[in-house]
């Protein structure tokens, strides 16, 4: 019995690697901004899944990506995560304001300087 669920869990992650590479390789910065976006919102997905996969991909040339691209690809979709994240829809008037203020620090900083 555990030697069927280990099987099965292996082909699962070998399914998901090969999906990601693929994805990489196809489709590029796109794929990292999408999975550093629903890095811990949907799914518990760490970046160091995401990241350091495809920086290796991309300085060994098996990818045809950059190294400043990935890490502006994942910083985009963290900004993005964290956007989302700051926009729910708050419960009382002193959530909204403090949602508010947080949406403005991170997504238009020198707005927020100025007040």
Same mark, same amino acid.
């Given at each position: 019995? +555990?030697? #069927?669920? @280990?099987?099965?869990?292996? @082909?699962?992650?070998? *399914?998901?690697i090969a999906w990601y590479?693929?994805? +990489?390789k196809t489709i590029g910065y796109p794929v990292v901004v999408l999975?550093?976006?629903? &890095? *811990?919102s949907i799914l518990p997905l760490p970046s160091e899944v995401v990241i350091p996969p495809a920086a290796h991909l991309a300085h060994t040339g098996q990818i045809p990506l950059s190294l400043w691209g990935i890490v502006l690809a994942g910083t985009?979709? *963290?900004?993005?995560?964290?956007?989302?994240?700051? #926009?729910?829809?708050? @419960? @009382?008037p002193a959530t909204a304001q403090s949602v508010r203020r &947080?949406?403005?620090?991170?997504?238009?900083?020198?707005?927020?300087? *100025?007040?």
């Open positions: 019995m +555990l030697t #069927a669920i @280990s099987a099965w869990y292996r @082909s699962c992650i070998a *399914s998901l590479l693929g994805a +990489l999975l550093m976006a629903i &890095e *811990s985009i979709g *963290s900004c993005i995560r964290s956007c989302c994240d700051t #926009a729910s829809t708050p @419960s @009382s &947080e949406w403005d620090v991170r997504c238009y900083p020198a707005r927020a300087r *100025s007040q």
